[in-house]
């Protein structure tokens, strides 16, 4: 079995793969002060809750954007799994995907690989976490940019603690663009304003390319933001851990 774990600054998503097969997936909090024994007594609880002996890990694939915490990953996988765990970098996708970005997170690697593996190319992926960002795979296979932008629920917060008014508000569809009240009104600038900018930017991606290549959402509110966007696109919030798998299995070749 593989654990695969999107590690980022508010969420860090696990899944533990048997195969091709994802047996049980976890979201949890991203605590920056987390100490290895803490992680392993928290990755135990999730294991044994899945009902999944921690003993039948043979490795870990880390797609970390919060550097200080992959020391902790790697302490508590040899402790618990006794494995490495293989952080991912640009150079284990060497054979496997051209890279003709720079600087790009472990997140937005995987992404490209399993987008290119799964939908083909060329394909967008736009990944809707911390930050909303957009990585573009063209005809030939490469991954060659996107854009990268504030977070829905990042954007959120920002409005709600920078205005004394405001009460906390879901991050829901509110039916409406036209907000009968202050929720709604919120609701339909930040969460359909989202789903426009999206249905923008790709737009504007694809006449770049000058194709209409598929659109991937994925990323925690990948459910909630994908059915409104009015371009058509393929929902799969597990994207990133399917990378993290292919990438790992190609650098254990």
């Given amino acids: 079995m593989l654990l695969a ?11 533990a793969y048997a195969g091709e097969t994802l047996l049980a997936s976890w ?10 024994s803490k992680l392993e ?3 135990r609880g999730l294991f044994e809750g ?10 870990v694939s880390l797609g970390s954007v919060v550097p ?11 402790s618990l799994f006794d494995v490495g765990c293989l952080v991912v970098q640009a150079r284990h996708l060497e054979g496997l995907l051209e890279v003709r ?16 593996d799964l939908y083909g190319k060329p394909v967008v992926v736009v990944d809707l976490g911390t930050a909303t960002d957009a990585e573009v795979i063209d005809a030939s296979g490469a991954f060659v940019g996107g854009f990268i932008a504030p977070g829905l629920a990042t954007s959120m917060d920002a409005l709600v603690k920078r205005t ?5 508000i879901d991050l829901a569809d509110p039916g409406t663009a036209i907000g009968a009240d202050t929720v709604e009104a919120i609701q339909a600038g930040v969460v359909l304003g989202e789903a426009a900018r999206i249905d923008g930017l790709v737009g504007r991606i694809r006449r770049q390319m000058r194709c209409d290549a598929p659109v991937v959402v994925t990323g925690g509110l990948s459910g909630v933001i994908g059915p409104l966007c009015e371009t058509p696109t393929i929902i ?11 990438i790992f299995e190609h650098a254990s070749k």
């Fill in 5 to 15: 774990v999107d590690l980022g600054n508010t969420q860090t998503l696990i899944g």
């Fill in 27 to 36: 979201r949890i909090d991203t605590d920056c002060a987390i100490t290895p």
């Fill in 41 to 43: 007594s928290v990755l």
């Fill in 50 to 59: 899945a009902g999944i002996d921690p003993g039948k890990i043979r490795g």
């Fill in 68 to 78: 200080a915490l992959s020391g902790v990953w790697q302490k508590a996988s040899r």
């Fill in 101 to 116: 970005t720079q600087g790009s997170g472990a997140d937005r690697l995987a992404n490209a690989v399993a987008a290119a």
């Fill in 164 to 168: 004394a008014q405001l009460p906390e």
């Fill in 236 to 246: 799969n919030p597990y994207l990133t851990l399917w990378g993290l798998k292919l």
